[in-house]
């Protein structure tokens, strides 16, 4: 299998169906602030899209195996086809290889525009240790929402709410109901929902962590989010040779970019 690179994933996309009967469009976004690919630039072309919410039975897939024609994937499958175009330039070689390891002929990567981003978003997941100090010593150990932790420890809030997930908090989502809500599709929710604390992980896992979001937005609900910070110290070692091995990853894809012919004028 073949690897190029690509300013314009709309001609990308058009020369692969042109050329083969099954492409794969990987739609997959990693980063905090993605370049969003206009897929309106695509319906030209005979598209299929996997949506395991609305399609569960993978209706969608089996026409493309059928048919052929471009597959817009979300779920980062690695699928037997012709090519494979990436919508975001990944961010390890390991996701690369995971999902064009079942293309044919050659999968085409996004050349971006800035590396800027992609250096932001290493120190947003992966902080130094000294960074992420500053906010331990403010949230150890705390119970706290991500706008007392930016408060007290003098960081922005948008990004402490990407750093503090390297502390390993657990979210616990404060409620009290005001008042039932009139439409039917909350009650489900509605009747499964106490007042108090509860962890979110227990509501996602319950199914009803969307339905009880927008109660809070319609105001059927109250709703306060707080992360509970372990009180154990983090392993600093171990977070710093995690950062050594994000800024290696980001190392290495940006080499094998750079080093790539164009698509589709290769």
């Known amino acids: 299998m073949k690897l190029f690179k690509t300013t314009d994933l709309s001609a990308s996309v058009h020369r692969a169906h042109e050329q083969f009967t099954h492409v794969v469009l990987n739609r997959s976004y990693f980063l905090h602030r993605p370049a969003i690919f206009d897929s309106s630039k695509l319906l030209d072309l005979p598209l299929r899209q ?35 175009v990436f919508v975001e330039c990944p961010l390890r070689l390991a996701r690369i290889d995971q999902v064009a390891s079942a293309t044919r002929e050659y999968a085409v990567i996004p050349d971006p525009v800035s590396w800027t981003v992609y250096d932001e978003y290493v120190d947003l997941h992966t902080p130094t240790s000294e960074h992420l100090r500053e906010i331990w010593q403010v949230c150890g150990g705390q119970q706290m929402t991500n706008g007392e932790v930016a408060r007290e420890s003098g960081w922005p809030i948008q990004q402490v ?8 908090p657990k979210e616990h989502w404060y409620i009290q109901k005001r008042l039932a809500p009139e439409r039917d599709e909350f009650m489900p929710s509605w009747d499964w929902l106490v007042s108090g604390c509860l962890p979110r ?27 509970h910070y372990p009180s154990e110290e983090p392993n600093w070692r171990a977070l710093r040779k995690e950062r050594e091995q994000a800024l290696k990853d980001l190392a290495a894809v940006r080499s094998l970019v750079e080093s790539l012919p164009d698509h589709p004028e290769a």
């Open 50 to 84: 996997t949506m395991p919410s609305l399609d569960p039975d993978g209706r969608q897939v089996e026409k493309w195996k059928v048919s052929g024609g471009v597959l817009v994937d979300t779920t980062n499958t690695a699928w037997e086809c012709d090519a494979l």
């Open 161 to 168: 709410i990407y750093m503090k997930m390297r502390l390993k």
């Open 201 to 227: 992980a227990e509501i996602t896992k319950a199914g009803h962590r969307a339905m009880v979001e927008e109660m809070a937005r319609f105001g059927y609900i109250s709703l306060k989010k707080i992360q």
